[in-house]
């Protein structure tokens, strides 16, 4: 299973925009790089999933250089309702993506 | 469509007595996980089940803790004998069958449950 490591925290400011880089040196051919928002008392929600260059949707962006080893989670303007844990996972195919600390992302206005 | 629904949301037992959580996956998914959070921590994988079966329990203790998803019914996780050190969220996930070569399908989250030992 490909480890991940990211920050453990970060703050930043409304209005701002905010990248989130995430590591995992040993990610596979085959591994998918997801990313997860969690708030406070709720479970985890999908924000986003690339396989390499650029993904966007209508909430955030994912940056992944060719080599593969890092991904960059980035949220345009951030709100307060923003402030939230980011997971950054990755698996194939095989549902084998793991959890783990992910970073505290705390929006002050 | 349901999203995915986990009871009870809150459950208080005393040391010594089984806590058995409920997770119903979101329709037409086969595939559950359990996660335990504790206070100010990531999610820790706990068990992963298809219908029937156990894929990997690798992140569950091998002692007072089984999970199930039976053929028809929600998945169960049951705690045995709880201490406190079992206080915490615990959180269950359904995804659907991946398509072959696909990435990995999202999980779907439920609320949690959770559960105090006193």
């Known amino acids: 299973l490909a480890k991940t490591t990211q920050p453990i925290s970060m703050d930043s400011y409304e209005g701002q925009e905010v990248n989130i880089t995430c590591s995992h040196n040993n990610i596979a051919t085959n591994d998918y790089i997801t990313w997860y928002q969690q708030f406070p008392s709720q479970g985890p929600r999908f924000i986003i999933q690339?396989?390499?260059t650029k993904v966007t949707n209508e909430v955030a962006s994912l940056f992944i250089p060719a080599d593969r080893k890092s991904s960059t989670l980035s949220l345009p303007r951030v709100s307060l309702s923003d402030t939230a844990v980011y997971y950054c996972l990755v698996g194939d195919n095989n549902n084998d993506m793991r959890f783990g600390a992910g970073t505290r992302l705390t929006v002050k206005p | 469509n349901a999203g995915v629904m986990q009871n009870p949301r809150h459950l208080v037992r005393r040391r010594g007595q089984e806590a058995r959580l409920r997770c119903s996956p979101m329709k037409g998914h086969s595939h559950v996980y359990w996660y335990r959070q504790l206070p100010e921590e990531g999610l820790k994988f706990m068990v992963y089940l298809q219908k029937e079966n156990i894929i990997d329990e690798s992140g569950m203790p091998k002692e007072r803790f089984s999970a199930e998803f039976p053929k028809e019914g929600p998945s169960i996780l049951r705690i045995q004998q709880v201490v406190r050190g079992d206080s915490a969220a615990y959180f269950c996930?359904?995804?659907?069958?991946?398509?072959?070569?696909?990435?990995?399908?999202?999980?779907?989250f439920g609320p949690g449950t959770r559960l105090l030992v006193l």
């Open positions: 996930a359904s995804s659907p069958l991946p398509p072959a070569g696909g990435p990995s399908e999202t999980q779907y």
């Open positions: 690339g396989y390499k």
